[in-house]
């Protein structure tokens, strides 16, 4: 990650039906432009679908960021804000990045430690460092409705994936804490020829 101070905002391009905003920020030290992205929408089993979730999120952080409506970004050009630079996007916040396999992983087998568990209402999410990057392992309990644009919780896959979470770390989700640190092995497998996935194994220890 490399901070960048007081980059001008020049331009805010709007894409997607409207649904991202692309704005474009002037780094004159380093003779570099910064795409900084608000989008709406998610990417979910490769492709972008709305969700009323992450639009609220871009609502909260043009008005704690501009003062001002996703709207009317543009009415914003000339503002100078300080800009985090990361490996594949670019921030106005200091963020964690969580990087996904690629094909090239596929039939990796590595040690590594827990390193932060979510359960953001989905699903569950391991998180663990690779190679000094971080990668995740999901255990989706939810479905996405494209005509609501809203995601909903599946009860039967949510019991199904609490009870197998619980046989797998030897521990409740409500406990997940308890194995944050502890050593896991990960095989990167691949799904339908196509999504590269991470496997934990059950650890000894669970």
Known sequence: MDLRKDCELVEVVYQNDNKKAVMTF???ENGQVLEVNFNKQIY????????????DKVKEWCKEYFDTTFEKLSST????????VYEKFNSLWKTKETVKFTKEH???????????IVNDGRGIRIFFEFEDKEYE??????DYIQDL??????????????????????VEVDKAEDVVGKDIMVEVKIAFNK??????KKPNWA
């Open 195 to 200: 999504f590269p996935y991470a496997d934990i």
């Open 26 to 28: 002037l780094d004159v």
């Open 106 to 116: 596929v039939g990796k087998f590595f040690e590594t430690k827990i390193s932060r």
């Open 149 to 170: 644009g809203k995601w909903f919780e599946n009860p039967q896959k949510k019991n199904a994936q609490y009870a197998k979470f619980k046989d797998k770390f030897g």
């Open 44 to 55: 979910d089993d490769g492709k972008f679908i709305d969700s009323k979730e992450k639009a």
């Open 77 to 84: 050009i000339g503002t100078k804000k300080d800009v985090y």
């Open 137 to 142: 392992s999901k255990m989706m309990y939810s």
